[in-house]
């Protein structure tokens, strides 16, 4: 089912989901769950990843990235600053082993700053025929 929604255009999906959410509100949060997930911000440009470090806590940034690929990693790292790159490895080192359930604490709270952005048209998550243009 987020697969389907996934490939519909956003307003499309976004018209049925609030439908869905009307009559089932624990399948709709199912369903958006499953439609992006964390490895998904590997899909956003770097403008997008610039957002997201405006508005996402270091510390739970930190914890998310412990977690995750070192191709995820450095797409975040390469628009941060040399010096911030730096405490956060240091940081991410010193922390030593995270829980599971922590990391994927600190991800999903991640993916919702990326849903919220995405609500405001400041980022584009995917999600089917893509932005419209006009000249």
């Known amino acids: 089912m987020a697969e389907l929604f996934n490939r519909m255009d956003r307003t499309t999906g976004r018209v049925?989901?609030?439908?869905?959410e009307n009559e089932n509100p624990q399948l709709a949060a199912s369903i958006r769950d499953l439609m992006f997930v964390f490895d998904d911000i590997l899909l956003i440009d770097d403008l997008g990843i610039a957002e997201i470090l405006k508005r996402?806590?270091?510390?739970?940034l930190t914890t998310a990235l412990k977690g995750t690929s070192e191709e995820?990693?450095?797409?975040f790292f390469r628009n941060m600053?040399?010096?911030?790159?730096e405490l956060m490895k240091e940081e991410m080192e010193f922390m030593g082993p995270v829980k599971l359930k922590d990391v994927e604490k600190s991800?999903?709270?991640i993916v919702e700053?990326?849903?919220?952005?995405?609500?405001?048209?400041v980022?584009?998550?995917?999600?089917?025929?893509?932005?419209?243009?006009?000249?």
Not at 56 to 60: A, I, L
Not at 123 to 135: A, E, Q
């Open 56 to 60: 996402v806590d270091k510390k739970s």
């Open 72 to 75: 995820l990693r450095s797409q």
């Open 123 to 135: 980022i584009s998550i995917g999600g089917g025929g893509g932005d419209d243009y006009v000249s």
């Open 107 to 109: 991800q999903h709270e």
């Open 113 to 121: 700053i990326v849903r919220q952005l995405e609500e405001e048209g």
């Open 16 to 20: 049925v989901l609030e439908k869905i």
């Open 81 to 85: 600053s040399s010096r911030a790159v």
